[in-house]
């Protein structure tokens, strides 16, 4: 048998808090981090939204930046969760300039936070604005500003697949590793809230005025969250200490059907989730847990339910985060990722929020337990699924 | 658990070049849209940098009808920019309420690679990279991966666009970028074709990749300079 390619580090931003422990102690009191509206976007929309509780200084604060033009929030909370990884894998400055330590960011927001606010000034005094504060508008930019925190010189790039986009980092970095282009990675996700990201989930109608029910009979739409979540991938054989867990496996398949709503038989991610299985060598029954997409859009839980009745038989235990934090977009499987490594190290699985009745449609109902427990878990599958049909699913397995 | 990941890989380090299309209204190379995209309900939904890069793909694999496409990668420095700007007007305009969800959906990083595998019934692999200068020798690599993990026929998009109000920024901050809009699609193969040159070479050199981080028109000036190698390599 090969290498394998393990967790060594992980990092974490959300409304449920600054760092990885912040967030586990936020998820083990069972409180749900949705505030009623969102107090650091410029906007009139008063929707439950997943916001990170601190703006921009104290995000600079703690890079202990100080710049002439503004840093979009994206970059910063980017900044923020994958500092955290890479000080948690012990990743010495020399391997992390050596040119073989990459970086692959999944962001779909990017610098949209400024940008926004800048094009309305434009609009009204297209000269009397500075075009300084836009340089970061792009992907780009936010690889480029944490690439050079971390003082990373190797592969970085930006992908942007969106609300999968984190899981196709993780597995770009670790298909990378495999190849031999490189020997550690950096990878994961980020997006911050913004105005235009609100307006556009609010357009097509799918965001819940109220704290979001995945799964549940009578949800009604998503709640809209940010933050960032990385985690530090190495090959085994690099590795002297124990790591959370190894990436055993990953698939990403595109349904082919809408641009942005999923087929009722959830055929997408029946084909992430068993193509994802096939490559870590599993059948159905290895698995232990499955953390779902979950949005809590009548689509998506239909979709995804259905597919995880058709590939489980309905017997695996399953849930959503995005109860707790809202739907991070292409920071969701990242900072799902990291809490999923978090889940089994510990073997250790927290209640799904927002669940109370079962969806007949869907027939199988999300693991609710009154507190966190404690189980054995040997391997974990994780989904997400974005626009244009894209899906992606991630074995994580005990080592 | 036995190979997992690692089982049925194998790397080679050439690629060919199967078929390659190139859009650049600049330069009088457009085709007529209405015999590609035949649905006039679809083409008129897409903005015309989404028309652009669906088209090019459309073209670079009518040659080839019976094949099975093993992925779809596309490329970008910034985006589909001009639907961007008109969801940002309506934002404005309508003051946060009754928007048409058009233009944001269409503003959506990937929503050429996802509208060629609607188009297409392509269920495969699907990816979308947004890296400034770098976008495209980011793709490049992706494909030279899927090849070597067993995947043929590897379909690459390079686009973008620009807009009254970018192209006034970029001028202002003194960013390379292009004038007006581009899409170069190439089909990849492992086993026949004209072959490329070393994807990896560039990718991994942090001299090159520092110059695509600060070239916002790299991604499709690199397209189309290996769009001009092969047409002049076939003829």
Redo the contacts between chains.
């Keep these: 048998m090969s290498c394998r390619i393990l967790v060594t580090g992980v990092g974490a931003v959300s409304a449920a808090g600054m760092s990885v422990q912040e967030n586990i102690r936020t998820l083990d009191s069972g409180k749900r981090a949705l505030s009623p509206f969102p107090s650091f976007v410029r906007t009139s929309l008063e929707l439950p939204v997943g916001e990170v509780k601190a703006d921009n200084a104290s995000l600079e604060g703690m890079l202990g930046l100080s710049r002439k033009n503004p840093v979009t929030r994206t970059a910063l909370l980017a900044a923020v969760a994958a500092s955290e990884a890479v000080m948690d894998a012990g990743l010495e400055p020399g391997v992390l300039s050596g040119g073989r330590t990459g970086l692959v960011i999944g962001t779909s927001v990017g610098g949209m936070d400024i940008s926004e606010v800048f094009y309305e000034e434009y609009r009204k005094d297209s000269n009397g604005c500075n075009p300084g504060t836009v340089r970061m508008h792009d992907c780009g930019a936010t690889v480029s500003f944490v690439s050079s925190c971390l003082g990373i010189r190797g592969f970085s790039t930006a992908v942007s697949t969106a609300c999968s986009s984190a899981g196709n980092a993780i597995m770009l970095a670790a298909r990378m590793i495999r190849a031999g282009l490189l020997d550690a990675a950096i990878a994961g996700g980020a997006d911050s809230l913004s105005r235009f990201t609100l307006n556009g989930f609010n357009s097509m109608r799918i965001l819940s005025s109220s704290p979001c029910l995945p799964f549940d009979a009578a949800r009604d739409g998503l709640n809209l969250g940010e933050g960032a979540g990385f985690v530090v991938l190495q090959r085994e054989t690099d590795v002297t200490e124990k790591a959370y867990c190894c990436l055993g496996g990953w698939a990403n398949a595109d349904e082919a059907f809408h641009q942005t709503g999923s087929s009722s038989d959830g055929r997408g991610a029946f084909e992430a989730m068993s193509g994802a299985l096939e490559s870590a060598s599993l059948n159905p029954e290895d698995i232990d847990y499955v953390n779902t997409h979950g949005t809590a859009t009548p689509g998506n839980d239909l979709a995804e339910g259905t597919a995880l009745k058709r590939l489980f038989g309905g017997s695996v235990p399953f849930g959503s985060f995005k109860g707790y934090i809202g739907h991070t977009l292409a920071a969701s499987e990242g900072i799902e990722a990291v809490l999923c490594a978090v889940s089994v190290k510990e073997g250790k699985v927290w209640p799904s929020a927002g669940f109370s009745v079962e969806d007949p449609s869907i027939g199988i109902s999300p693991f609710c337990p009154p507190f966190p427990e404690y189980r054995k878990i040997r391997h974990l599958l994780s989904n997400s699924f974005g626009f244009g049909g894209n899906n992606t699913s991630l074995v994580f397995s005990a080592v | 658990?036995?190979?997992?990941?690692?089982?049925n890989?194998k790397?080679e380090m050439t690629m060919f070049i199967k078929s390659a299309y190139r859009i650049c209204p600049s330069s009088g190379d457009e085709p007529d849209y209405r015999e590609i995209i035949p649905d006039a309900n679809m083409r008129r939904r897409m903005g015309r940098i989404v028309r652009m890069g669906v088209a090019a793909a459309l073209k670079c694999t009518e040659p080839f009808p019976d094949i099975s496409i093993g992925a779809?990668i596309a490329a970008t420095?910034?985006?589909c920019l001009a639907d961007t700007?008109k969801?940002?007007?309506?934002?404005?305009d309508r003051?946060?309420s009754m928007?048409?969800?058009s233009p944001?959906?269409y503003?959506?990083?990937?929503?050429i690679?996802?509208?060629i595998?609607?188009i297409?019934?392509?269920?495969?692999?699907?990816?979308?990279?947004?890296?400034?200068g770098?976008?495209f020798s980011?793709a490049l690599?992706?494909a030279w991966?899927c090849l070597?993990?067993g995947k043929d026929n590897i379909l690459v998009v390079s686009y973008d666009e620009s807009t009254p109000?970018s192209t006034?920024?970029m001028e202002?901050?003194g960013c390379n970028y292009i004038p007006d809009a581009e899409a170069v699609a190439f089909l990849f193969s492992s086993s026949d074709g004209y072959p490329c040159p070393d994807p990896?070479e560039g990718?991994?050199d942090?001299g090159t990749?520092l110059a695509g981080?600060r070239d916002?028109g790299m991604n499709v000036c690199s397209a189309d300079l290996l769009y001009r190698q092969f047409i002049s390599g076939v003829n």
Excluded: H, W
Excluded at chain 2, 107 to 111: E, K, W
């Design positions: 658990m036995t190979g997992g990941p690692f089982q890989i790397y779809v420095s910034m985006g700007g969801f940002l007007d309506e934002i404005s003051n946060e928007l048409n969800p944001f959906i503003s959506t990083f990937n929503t690679a996802g509208q595998a609607i297409k019934g392509i269920r495969a692999y699907n990816m979308t990279y947004v890296n400034r770098n976008g980011d690599v992706d991966l070597g993990e109000v006034a920024i202002r901050l990896l990718c991994l942090p990749r981080m916002m």
